[in-house]
């Protein structure tokens, strides 16, 4: 089964989101680039594919913070 990563990192001042090393789009708070990362792993996990969404805040390794089928959508917090 194909895996979509999505991830979030900090640019500068805003907060991007990628896939596959693709830019996708920024975002001033990490909130809302967390929450459009996660409606595209949703979008893509309707369609049969892994997906996860990773924070890289340059602080350690990357930490998982939503995945399709193990946490709900829309996210509660």
């Known amino acids: 089964m ?12 805003d907060w991007a989101v990628s ?15 967390l929450n459009r990362a996660i409606d595209a792993a949703h979008q893509v996990g309707m369609k049969g594919h892994e997906a996860k969404v990773l924070l890289l805040d340059g602080h350690g390794g ?4 939503w995945i399709f089928g193990r946490h709900p959508y829309p996210p509660t917090a």
């Open 62 to 65: 990357p930490e998982t913070r």
């Open 2 to 13: 194909p895996q979509s990563d999505f991830h979030v990192v900090r640019k500068g001042l």
């Open 19 to 33: 896939l596959h090393g693709v830019f996708l789009a920024a975002f001033e708070t990490q909130r809302a680039a």
